[in-house]
């Protein structure tokens, strides 16, 4: 099994919403904080939202704030990025990663397993 693996991708309109689910291994998550980033052509890759191990504890990027939402279920294994009022800024490849210690944070490098993507694509 991959150690993420995320869903939910796909085209909206400005306004719009979308849900994003990761599928993570209960070994490599157990105790580990979540996050979410992104990454638009030609630009780097930007950070969207964390969450920790317990799931009460979240921060997100300045660009989503308000508008996104991130959290987890780990009976299921699984974290969730509710998206809404969608921008067409927001069109990205957006990934799910898991950290390395038990809090979510911004820096790519504090997170070591990583999916392969789900793409949103925001559009009128």
């Known amino acids: 099994q991959e150690p993420t693996v995320e869903s939910g991708g796909g085209l909206a309109h400005p306004g719009g919403s979308l849900r994003l689910s990761c599928e993570v291994s209960e070994r490599t998550s157990v105790n580990k904080g979540m996050g979410w980033f992104r990454q638009a052509p030609g630009k780097e890759r930007e950070f969207v939202a964390a969450i920790n191990w317990i799931g009460d504890t979240t921060m997100y990027g300045d660009s989503v704030k308000g508008r996104f939402t991130m959290s987890r279920d780990k009976a299921k294994n699984m974290a969730f990025l509710e998206m809404n009022d969608l921008k067409f800024e927001d069109t990205a490849l957006y990934y799910c990663?898991?950290?390395?210690?038990?809090?979510?944070?911004?820096?790519?490098?504090?997170?070591?397993?990583w999916g392969q993507g789900t793409q949103v694509t925001v559009s009128s």
């Open positions: 990663a898991i950290g390395r210690g038990s809090f979510g944070n911004k820096w790519p490098e504090n997170y070591h397993y």
